[in-house]
Each structure stands twice: as structure tokens, then as C-alpha cells.
């Protein structure tokens, strides 16, 4: 009823899930992964404690091999489960039991599993690893999910239709302020074009939620000043702080305004969202 691509960064900072189904609330059962262990996917009819499980296991030093090979030989429902699994070195694993329904299969390669059960056919998961292989290595592991996703969502996806979609990124301090792990934790739970809601999100997530890269920022003068109080007066505020804060461009714009992100300011002139 899924598809889905484990994976570890080309650097190996990162560890992620993305996934898609027809089925309500797909991140809700299918991801997780840890910063510096490694994640997995959980699928078909999917055991949900293989999370925490597998993610022990990593954690305590076991191959994604052996991971898997413990999960399996305690399950008698087995054969009825799709994994995949990427430990903190990038090797790769995937099951697909027996059970599962047709068609059902996977594919591994340096640092990812790739896995899907009710497909189209076989060139879902192959579009998915081409597509993965094909993306620049240096981008953000989010980007490249997102884009070998997108792949097997074109290739056919869930013969049964769509539904939902998911992606979920762990790098080191990689969360909000570096208080936390998480890059990305994005889910669409009910949508009719569920992976391409996904990549708008994505986009978003990049805007509001990843601080700006020297390249990004302008630095402050001060007719760029009086054009930002301006337009945040024109919104409602009386400070272009207030407004900052309520636009959720803390990451955007720096706190003593000596620099404004170029993409903020492209959306103040109309040039951009």
C-alpha cells in the first residue's frame, strides 16, 4: 500500500525516510530515524514497534543486517512486512515478505533501501533509485528524497491511488535554533496530490525553518530599511521586528537587522513566495 526510500546523506550527516501511499497519514506509521544511527521504513502490514526496535538495535551497534534479521526472527507476522533500514554507515537493507500484496518489492545501494508494496509495477521502485542516483549528492538529503519520491509517484505509485505523503530528515543539531535533531518533519495526511503538497512544504520548510547562507544575505542600507518599515507598517506593525515575529522570518532576518535574506525580500516586492 506504500512506497517509500531510506537513506543516508552522500556526507553522512543525515539519515531520512520519504514515503507516500494511499493510506491515511502515512508519516504517521511508516518513518523514523535517529541523528548518527541511522532510520527506517515500516510498511504493508506495517509493525510499528520495528521502530523503536530496529532503531535500539542500531543504536546499540548492530549492522542494519543484523537489525533486520532480529526484527524478522521474532515476528511470526514476517511475511506480511516491508522494511527498509539504513544504518549510521550507510548499509542498506530491505524485506519484503512473502505476503505481501503484488506488486511488492525493493531495491538497495550505498546508503539507501528502497520499498513498495500494491504498485504499479516494478519501475515505481526502479525511478525511485534513478531518480535518487541522478540528484546532485550535495544537496540537502530532504531534496534528494523528495525528488526520488517524486519519481516513483510519475512512475505509477500506489496502484490503488493517492493519498498521503511524508518526509522526515535527521541530521546533528539540525532542528529549530539547533535545540534538536530534526531537519525536516513534514507529513501531508490527506491530499489528492499528496507529493507534489509535499515539495510545497519542503519549500516552506526551507524558507522559515533553515537560517540564511552568507550567499543569501543582503546587507542592510538604509533606503532597504525605510522600504522593510514600510511594508511592515503596511501590514500592521509598527517595528520591522513586529513584524518579523509575525512573520516567522527570525531565520531570515537578523536580530540587530544588519542583513535581510534575499528570498524575504523578493516576497516584499512581489517577486516571490
Known amino acids: 500500500m506504500t512506497f517509500s526510500i531510506v537513506a543516508r546523506s552522500a556526507d553522512g550527516e543525515s539519515w531520512g525516510v520519504a514515503v507516500a501511499s494511499k493510506f491515511l497519514a502515512v508519516g504517521s506509521a511508516v ?27 542500531l543504536a546499540e551497534g548492530a549492522t542494519a543486517e543484523v537489525a533486520l534479521a532480529s526484527l524478522l526472527e521474532d515476528d511470526e507476522g514476517r511475511e506480511h512486512r516491508q522494511v527498509g533500514l539504513v544504518d549510521v554507515d550507510g548499509n542498506a537493507v530491505t524485506h519484503t515478505g512473502s505476503s505481501c500484496l503484488d506488486w511488492a518489492g525493493g531495491l538497495t545501494g550505498d546508503g539507501y533501501a528502497i520499498q513498495g508494496n500494491v504498485l504499479t509495477g516494478p519501475e515505481v521502485v526502479q525511478a525511485v533509485e534513478s531518480a535518487f542516483l541522478a540528484a546532485d549528492p550535495t544537496l540537502p538529503l ?26 522526515f530528515v535527521v541530521r546533528d543539531e539540525a532542528g529549530y535554533s539547533g535545540f534538536d535533531d530534526v531537519a525536516v518533519d513534514l507529513r501531508v495526511d490527506d491530499h489528492p496530490a499528496p507529493v507534489t503538497e509535499l515539495a510545497r512544504l ?23 530599511e525605510a522600504e522593510l518599515l514600510a511594508h511592515a ?6 517595528t520591522i521586528a513586529a513584524w518579523v515575529g509575525c512573520e516567522n522570518y ?13 528570498r524575504v525580500l523578493a516576497i516584499v516586492r512581489g517577486e516571490g513566495s
Open 31 to 57: 518513518p523514523a530515524a535517529v541523528a548518527g544511527v541511522g532510520a527506517i521504513a515500516t510498511q504493508a502490514a506495517a509493525n510499528v514497534a520495528y521502530k523503536g526496535l530496529a532503531l535500539s538495535h
Open 233 to 238: 507598517q503596511a501590514s500592521g506593525q509598527e
Open 202 to 224: 519542503l519549500d516552506l520548510n526551507d524558507l522559515y525553518l533553515t537560517a540564511s547562507t552568507e550567499e543569501e544575505k543582503v546587507p542592510m542600507t538604509p533606503d532597504l
Open 250 to 262: 527570525e531565520m531570515r532576518v537578523a536580530e540587530d537587522l544588519s542583513w535581510v535574506d534575499r
Open 142 to 167: 530532504a531534496h534528494r528524497l523528495l525528488r526520488a519520491l517524486t519519481a516513483g509517484d510519475e512512475a505509477g505509485g500506489d496502484r490503488r491511488g493517492r493519498q498521503s505523503a511524508a518526509l
